[in-house]
Nanobody, 124 residues
Framework: QVQLVESGGGLVHTGGSLRLSCAAS????????MGWFRQGPGLEREFVAV????????YYADSVKGRFTISRDNTKNTMYLQMNSLKPEDTAVYCC?????????????????WGQGTQVTVSS
């Protein structure tokens, strides 16, 4: 089993920044990618960004490209999401997830483990 714990959410004004963290523990061997997803009020869960376990491959959703940066620190088994130029439409619960298997997935059904989520609220 893999446990994922997010932190770093909060309330910011439009244009502000936040950095989310996702700490992984447990049997992390075999994890090939970790990603961030979000679910806004009344919306479906959507892909935000994914990074391979090595950090060599990264993908972003078009809606966050150029504003968000995903990274990871393998020495700490921790993944980060730096969010800049935040907009009210970024308001959501942000969850991190870990995937075994192959590829660098961008679909939520490809992920095996999920954190509880952290709330990000951007006020206008």
């Amino acid at each position: 089993q893999v446990q994922l714990v997010e932190s770093g959410g909060g309330l910011v004004h439009t244009g502000g920044s936040l950095r989310l963290s996702c700490a992984a523990s447990g049997s992390t061997g075999g994890i090939i990618a970790m990603g961030w997803f979000r679910q806004g009020p009344g919306l479906e869960r959507e892909f935000v960004a994914v990074i391979s376990w090595s950090g060599g491959t990264i993908y972003y959703a078009d809606s966050v490209k150029g504003r968000f940066t995903i990274s990871r620190d393998n020495t700490k088994n921790t993944m980060y999401l730096q969010m800049n130029s935040l907009k009210p439409e970024d308001t959501a619960v942000y969850c991190c997830a870990a995937a075994r298997g192959s590829g660098i997935p961008r679909r939520s059904y490809s992920y095996d483990y999920w954190g509880q989520g952290t709330q990000v609220t951007v006020s206008s």
